[in-house]
């Protein structure tokens, strides 16, 4: 690494932890005034208020680099131009090609960092911010999902008609037991309880429908089917109140491993909204080369002197930041609403703005 890279690298790198500071303060600042009102309420101490924003910081941080990486760029870039270090640079022989590879390493040492932090660190300490926020904020958060059916095991399948969250009481409960298609078992309760004490569900007024060949109401006795049942009955499942759980945002709390995890498990059951998990998937992979396009469009942005000054090519930045915000989301909702595939949703803003990327380095003075 020669000493212009050095330069280049130094500037790229020192410029982005600034600009990742300078917003997470403002973020921080803006949701403290907000939270006061809850944080008063509930009698929280300063200790308290302090652990929940050590978490909150590193979160905002790692979910801001790709757009804060672009800033830093055109910052950086239109800086040089300005002073025009860039002609003097390529005037002394070293192309533009040759330009761009400390910018492409700083971007591989952001996107390693930012690869790691988002996939195993930062999951970790999300897992007490979204307790926090669940306790203090989010008292209210119920389990909405009706009608919701589940498979815990091969050719087991579950059925409850609504759950409460707050006092984890189910209704309507039925169980199902399958073998070559044939229904050998049923067991329904009108209500389900699970009981923190024994760390078993309680049943009541359950009966259970077992069949001995095939279920023949018609012929009910020559099918060999018995009937039993009574007030309560304990039992175990493979299910917990932690199923049972608000979903919102819960893959924060996730790392990559245990996010696929949780989409095997609610595919397995053909649960609803596995879509949101698989977007976070990708998009945890995808992120890293988003720094890499993001650099690339930045430096091509700004790289080109302009006689009004830096202003022109930071607000172009900032714009264009705006539309690559807008563009990811809504191809996440999109994917989250079943509409577009997850994988698609995470990687078509980098393909879009590679593309217009390399159509703009045509244009670009080397």
């Not at 800086?79 to 002609?87: F, L, P, V």
């Not at 910018?103 to 690869?115: E, K």
């Not at 199923?243 to 945002?249: K, L, Q, S, V, W």
């Not at 091509?300 to 022109?312: L, P």
């Amino acid at each position: 690494m020669k000493i212009l890279d050095k330069y280049i690298l130094k500037k790229i790198l020192t410029t982005f932890f600034f600009v990742v500071l300078i917003i997470v303060a403002i973020i921080v600042v803006i949701d403290i005034t907000e939270k006061m009102d809850k944080f008063s309420e509930n009698n929280l101490s300063k200790v308290v208020i302090l652990g929940y924003y050590m978490d909150f910081i590193p979160w905002i941080a790692g979910l801001i680099a790709p757009i804060t990486v672009f800033i830093a760029i055109v910052y950086v870039t239109s800086r040089m131009a300005g002073q025009t270090e860039i002609i003097a640079i390529l005037s002394s022989g070293v192309s533009f090609k040759r330009f761009l590879l400390p910018y492409f390493f700083g971007a591989m040492l952001i996107a390693s960092m930012s690869f790691v932090f988002n996939g195993w660190l930062i999951p970790k300490s999300n897992r007490s911010r979204l307790s926090f926020e669940t306790q203090y904020f989010n008292r209210n958060n119920y389990f909405s999902t009706r009608n919701l059916h589940l498979q815990l095991e091969p050719d087991v399948y579950l059925y409850i008609q609504s759950y409460n969250n707050q006092t984890n009481i189910g209704f309507q409960f039925t169980l199902e037991k399958f073998k070559n298609n044939e229904l050998l078992e049923k067991l329904t309760a009108d209500q389900i309880q699970w009981d923190s004490t024994k760390m078993k569900w309680s049943l009541h007024w359950w009966k259970i429908h077992r069949v001995g060949k095939i279920f023949d109401v018609k012929n009910i006795l020559d099918s060999g089917v018995s009937l039993t049942s009574g007030d309560k009955l304990d039992t175990t499942l493979a299910i917990s109140p932690k199923d049972f759980e608000n979903e919102n945002r819960k893959y924060d709390g996730m790392t990559i491993p245990e996010l696929q995890q949780h989409i095997d498990k609610l595919k397995f059951r053909g649960s609803t909204g596995v879509e949101a998990y698989e977007v976070e998937k990708y998009i945890r992979f995808a992120s890293p080369f988003t720094i890499f396009v993001l650099v690339f469009m930045g430096v091509i942005v700004s790289a080109r002197k302009n006689r009004g000054g830096t202003g022109f090519q930071i607000a172009l930045g900032f714009f264009l930041s705006f539309i690559f915000i807008l563009f990811f989301m809504m191809s996440r909702t999109f994917a989250e609403a079943g509409s577009l595939s997850p994988l698609i949703a995470a990687w078509i803003p980098n393909v879009v703005f590679g593309v217009i990327s390399l159509g703009m380095y045509k244009y670009v003075p080397r």
